[in-house]
């Protein structure tokens, strides 16, 4: 179960299911007042590992909205690393 301030959901379908982890957002001071600034946290619910991100939004942006998009990283990644295969980059 997850501590207070924890909410499980999840970041998108993974190649083993759905990647379901404790996540929580804390507000942190701005450098401007152009928009919101927080940091989301991940907890792996199997192992306890713990990963950050830090996100900007010109307004204030639901949790789960900031989890479906940190969900798309590991796309974007995972064809950066095709595209290295791709061109021979990962050979060097």
Known sequence: MPRRGWQQL??????KGPRSY???AVDLIPTHSAGTCRLL?????????VAYYRCF??????LPALVRVAGTR?????TLQAGKG?????EH
């Open 10 to 15: 999840s970041a998108g379908a993974g190649a």
């Open 74 to 78: 590991w796309r974007v990644e995972e």
């Open 86 to 90: 791709l061109a021979g980059l990962d």
């Open 41 to 49: 946290i991940h907890r792996n619910r199997t192992t306890g590992e």
């Open 57 to 62: 939004s010109p307004r204030p942006v639901p």
């Open 22 to 24: 404790d996540w929580a």
